[in-house]
């Protein structure tokens, strides 16, 4: 069955900048496909290109066999998106909204489930003017979801949602994925990434750093897991260096920090308790996306504002 995206040798500049350089990955029918990368690094415009809302200067794009740059309008009945930085008249009311883009683009879920789904149902009088950004957030996405679209391009979906909206959003995210639609998820937050996508592309500067499983990414750039505990300065604890698989040992004051790979927290445990020391705050922290993505990116600080 073919991808219902692919891109190929993407490339589009704005002027003398240069937006994507060098983007090619593809999306299979029913993932969550994950585009990660620091501000500035092309994502909104490769998933524009994608939609056939900015011409790509180089590169193959298929999206559910269509060419966007020949057959934009065909692929707008088959793919809803949240775009970010969207607008819509002040003055149109919340459920005027989707009875608007029900009315356009039928065959969706009814739109007041989507109200009610999306927690704006108190908002349904609401003038858009009046929304708060998080809750224009939330409207984009019921909007992008009223065609019953097969593939869902949600940019940036959850910035500006408070945490309990946050989690709300990324169970529908996956009931929208469980019904059968595919879903291309813009994202710098890396837990949202993490949990959400089953695959993804790592971006910097307009090209793709890394691509596949949150899993995979992790093996593959931040193998180190870090074991941290409290014991006495004085205590010996030389013997941990000549434990299996650990690479680096650090004591500051009280705080003892081994990193290494394979089972070292068990091991480590096990090397201490022998010795009879047990501290109690003894704890592996387990490299996450976040760690694979800063050894990637040397982004200090991914949870930018585009
Ligand atoms: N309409 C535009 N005109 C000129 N430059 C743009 C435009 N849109 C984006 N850019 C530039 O292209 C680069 C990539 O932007 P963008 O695709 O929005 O990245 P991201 O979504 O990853 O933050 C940035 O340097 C940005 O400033
Ligand atoms: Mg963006």
């Known amino acids: 069955m073919a991808a219902v995206v692919e891109v190929s040798g993407l490339r589009k500049q704005y002027g003398r900048t240069v937006a994507v350089a060098d983007v090619s990955f593809e999306v299979e029918a029913g993932e969550i496909f994950g585009l990660l990368g620091p501000n500035g690094s092309g994502k909104t415009t490769t998933v524009e290109c994608l939609q056939g ?56 879920p009814p739109w007041r489930q989507l109200l009610q789904e999306w927690g704006l149902a108190d908002q349904r009088d609401t003038a858009f003017a009046n929304l708060s950004g998080g809750q224009r957030q939330r409207l984009f996405v019921a909007l992008a979801l009223v065609s019953n679209p097969r593939l869902v391009v949600l940019d940036e979906m959850t910035t500006g949602l408070d945490p309990a909206a946050r989690r709300v959003a990324w169970d529908l ?55 941290r505990f409290t014991a006495p300065p004085d205590v010996d604890l030389s013997y941990l260096s000549a434990l299996a698989d650990v690479r680096h040992i650090e004591r500051d004051g009280d705080q003892t920090t081994v990193r290494g790979g394979g089972p070292l927290l068990a091991r480590v445990a096990h090397a201490l308790v022998e010795r009879g020391i047990e501290p109690a705050d003894l704890a592996a922290h387990t490299p996450t996306l976040e760690d694979a993505y800063l050894s990637l990116t040397g982004d200090p600080n991914p949870d930018g504002t585009s």
């Open 53 to 108: 809302l900015r011409r790509a200067d180089a590169g193959r794009l298929r999206v559910l066999r269509l060419d966007p740059a020949s057959e934009a309008m065909k692929l707008r009945r088959l793919v809803g998106s949240q775009l970010q930085d969207s607008a819509l008249p002040d003055r149109l009311r919340v459920g005027e909204a989707l009875e608007l883009f029900a009315t356009i683009s039928p065959g969706g």
């Open 173 to 227: 995210v996956s009931a929208v994925r469980d019904r059968g639609a595919t879903v291309v998820l813009v994202t710098h937050f890396m837990d949202e990434a993490q949990r959400l996508c089953d695959r993804l592309a790592v971006l910097s500067r307009g090209s793709v750093l890394a691509k596949g499983t949150a899993a995979e990414l992790i093996a593959a750039h931040q193998s180190e897991t870090v074991v």
